[in-house]
């Protein structure tokens, strides 16, 4: 299990306040927050190519006019948390698919502890003129962190191009006005 980092208090600490796998990008933005929030409200995968493409191999459907943010909440991420400078998502899944608690996702989710499953988190903040991405992984039992482990090292470049293409098309967005 990795053992937090001193990082700022965001609401994915909330949400997977320990994790085993993570992955973070960044970059500036010299803009207000409320335009910085709306670029991302707004970013389409026609603005991330280099997602969009990579996506392609998940065998995602994704459109060029759909909204970026839109599309992770529709593909089984959950909504957690929308609020001032930061999105939240979160999705439990198992080899068999995703996994829907009784109560809302965002009550069941960070207390959710079930062998054979992971939990992932993602969020897209900005804060102090940083825009950022960050992915939490956490698996409820040692098996399923090893079957995962492999897998993320597969994925985690992909990923991490994925989010990169995220945070620049929002970049982009804000400084087209």
């Known amino acids: 299990m990795t053992e937090n980092k001193k990082l700022p208090v965001t609401e994915l600490d909330r949400f997977m306040p320990v994790w085993h796998f993570r992955e973070y990008h960044s970059l500036r933005i010299d803009a207000p927050t409320e335009a910085v929030i709306q670029a ?25 006019e759909t909204r970026i943010l839109d599309q992770f909440a529709a593909d089984g991420q959950t909504v957690l948390s929308v609020g001032g400078n930061e999105f939240v998502y979160g999705g439990i899944g198992s080899d068999e698919g995703p996994h829907q608690p009784e109560r809302p996702m965002a009550e069941a989710y960070r207390d959710f502890e079930e062998p054979g499953y992971t939990k992932v988190g993602f969020n897209v903040r900005y804060a102090d003129g940083v825009l950022s991405s960050e992915t939490r992984i956490y698996a409820t039992d040692t098996e399923t ?32 006005g």
């Open 40 to 64: 991302a409200q707004e970013a389409t995968w026609k603005e991330a190519p280099v997602a969009r493409f990579f996506l392609l191999f998940t065998r995602n459907e994704i459109k060029g």
């Open 145 to 176: 962190r090893n079957r995962f482990g492999r897998y993320w090292m597969i994925i985690r470049g992909p990923s991490g191009l994925t989010r990169k293409a995220l945070l620049k098309a929002i970049k982009q967005r804000v400084q087209a």
